[in-house]
T-cell receptor, first 114, second 114 residues
Framework: NAGVTQTPKFQVLKTGQSMTLQCAQD?????MSWYRQDPGMGLRLIHY???????DQGEVPNGYNVSRSTTEDFPLRLLSAAPSQTSVYFC?????????????FGPGTRLTVL | QKEVEQDPGPLSVPEGAIVSLNCTYS??????FMWYRQYSRKGPELLMY????GNKEDGRFTAQVDKSSKYISLFIRDSQPSDSATYLC??????????????FGTGTSLTVIP
């Protein structure tokens, strides 16, 4: 198993550009989520999905869109990048939402918005 | 007020020391408590989780939860240089109270000096 994979590893955008951060898992996990990690702020939940076709907002959803058309993939779209979106983005997955199920994190995408 | 508070450190200890890492929280609905370890430029990985109050031990690691004080701790015995990382606490509750969301602390940076 490759686990949770994220692409790209690094990205630089200009203000106003859009892009999609890719996340995929090969563990047949139902629950997938996106976090951003900023110094002094910790991991904050952006969006999550409890299964294909079902998504919901987390703590900081503004400026981001998600969709979940397959169990394996959960892309995160930045609609119009802003410098405030400079961060490290982590995708995570687990068998279900249940807290007893281990969440596996991807290696992260480091995004800089100029 | 943030849902979860964690002293960011940094914490520096000699090899073999006992390390104590702590988080406080404000939401009494939290019932599941987790500790993650994150090495530099990597995604977090789950160390252990506990349910409700009490202790849980796994090798050199012991997690404690005191729900009456809204305080959780992670103890590392006989600390090793390989324990040098950032430690994140996370927590959640029943779905009807906290949805499908996990709340993370900001992380404590630990360095174990050989």
């Amino acid at each position: 198993n490759a686990g949770v994979t994220q692409t790209p590893k690094f990205q630089v955008l200009k203000t106003g550009q859009s892009m999609t951060l890719q996340c995929a898992q090969d563990m047949n996990h139902e629950y997938m989520s996106w976090y951003r990690q900023d110094p002094g702020m910790g991991l904050r939940l952006i969006h999550y999905s409890v299964g294909a076709g079902i998504t919901d907002q987390g703590e900081v959803p503004n400026g981001y869109n998600v969709s979940r058309s397959t169990t394996e993939d959960f892309p995160l779209r930045l609609l119009s990048a802003a410098p405030s979106q400079t961060s490290v983005y982590f995708c995570a997955s687990s068998y279900s939402w249940a807290p007893t199920d281990t969440q596996y994190f991807g290696p992260g995408t480091r995004l800089t918005v100029l | 007020q943030k849902e979860v508070e964690q002293d960011p450190g940094p914490l520096s200890v000699p090899e073999g020391a006992i390390v104590s890492l702590n988080c406080t929280y404000s939401n009494s609905a939290f019932q599941y408590f987790m500790w993650y370890r994150q090495y530099s430029r990597k995604g977090p990985e789950l160390l252990m989780y506990t349910y409700s109050s009490g202790n849980k031990e796994d090798g050199r690691f012991t997690a404690q939860v005191d729900k009456s004080s809204k305080y959780i701790s992670l103890f590392i015995r006989d600390s090793q240089p390989s324990d040098s990382a950032t430690y994140l606490c996370a927590m959640t509750g029943l779905r009807r109270n906290t949805g499908n969301q996990f709340y993370f602390g900001t992380g404590t940076s630990l360095t174990v000096i050989p």
